[in-house]
Nanobody, 124 residues
C-alpha cells in the first residue's frame, strides 16, 4: 500500500511563496505519475499540476501556469510543488496523488493513491 504524506502548507501573504512536499512510501515511486490537486471551501477538487515518472514531463492548470512548478526527486521518493506569487484564490487544501500507470492525468479519478492534504491559506 502506497502512503503519501504532504507537508509545507501554512499561512502566507499574497505574492508570497510556499513549497509543498509529498513523501511517498510503500511503493515504487519512480514508476508513478504524480499530481497535485486542491480543494477550496465549497468548491470541487481541481487539478493543479502533474509530472510524468520518467522524462519528468509536466502539465499545469491554466490558473497556476508560470507561478507554480512541480518537480520530483526519485532518490527521495518525493514530489514538490513550488508556489510563487500566491493569490487569495490559491487558498485551499492541497493534495498529492499517485498514478500506478505512470500516466500524468489531469483527472483526479484516474489516480490510485492520495495523501491527507495540507492547508494553504493566502491572506490578501
Amino acid at each position: 500500500q502506497v502512503r503519501l504524506v504532504e507537508s509545507g502548507g501554512g499561512l502566507v501573504q499574497a505574492r508570497g511563496s510556499l513549497r509543498l512536499s509529498c513523501a511517498a512510501s510503500g511503493g515504487t515511486f519512480s514508476k508513478y505519475a504524480m499530481g497535485w490537486f486542491r480543494q477550496a471551501p465549497g468548491k470541487d477538487r481541481e487539478f493543479v499540476a502533474t509530472i510524468a515518472p520518467n522524462d519528468g514531463g509536466t502539465y499545469y492548470a491554466h490558473s497556476v501556469r508560470f507561478r507554480f512548478t512541480i518537480s520530483r526527486d526519485n532518490r527521495k521518493d518525493t514530489v514538490y510543488l513550488q508556489m510563487n506569487d500566491l493569490k487569495s484564490e490559491d487558498t485551499a487544501v492541497y493534495y498529492c496523488a499517485a498514478d500506478e500507470q505512470g500516466v500524468p492525468f489531469t483527472i483526479g479519478g484516474q489516480y490510485d493513491y492520495w495523501g491527507q492534504g495540507t492547508q494553504v491559506t493566502v491572506s490578501s
